[in-house]
């Protein structure tokens, strides 16, 4: 994992890139790893990879920060990236494995009522997703705006954005 780790922070191939995210997602599917992941310095590192210009290379470290945000500690680290991971999925191609990677772990991230208000300028976003995509896209829309509405802190939001 610390080599996958450094491979990661030593190259700029995307090719390479993609495969240690693979790697490191897989990995993280062992609550174990999580933690070594994290005690690695690997969340920032990951979340570094979001501002990647290349749109696979961001999919894979959304999949693998979702994975990694199976862990408490994980996602008060990975709560950081919120804010650009809801710009990531408002950018993102419509119904894209990009935008759909992005949904998977704001829903993850939005089980507790921790980092809600992180979302709350992405609820129009949202709405047009849930309007405009898939099914796919918008039962991911959904379980993220199921977990939003659990807030009554965010009821208000829900409420007053514009559709």
């Not at 829903?107 to 309007?131: A, E």
């Amino acid at each position: 994992l610390q080599k996958l780790i450094h491979l990661l922070q030593a190259t700029d191939d995307p090719l390479i890139q993609e495969q240690a995210l693979i790697t490191l997602s897989n990995s993280a599917a062992f609550s174990i790893n999580q933690d070594i992941i994290r005690n690695l310095d690997g969340l920032s590192v990951i979340g570094g990879m979001l501002s990647d210009c290349i749109p696979k290379v961001k999919e894979k470290a959304l999949d693998a920060l979702n994975n990694l945000s199976m862990n408490i500690k994980n996602q008060e680290e990975i709560q950081v990236y919120i804010t650009q991971v809801c710009r990531n999925v408002e950018s993102a191609p419509l119904n894209s494995d990009l935008q759909l990677a992005g949904l998977r772990l704001l829903t993850n991230m939005s089980v507790t009522s921790n980092y809600h208000h992180k979302m709350l300028n992405s609820i129009p976003c949202f709405l047009h997703l849930l309007s405009e995509g898939t099914e796919r896209t918008q039962i991911q829309v959904l379980k993220v705006l199921v977990n939003l509405s659990a807030n009554p802190a965010t009821t208000r939001h829900l409420l007053r954005a514009e559709v």
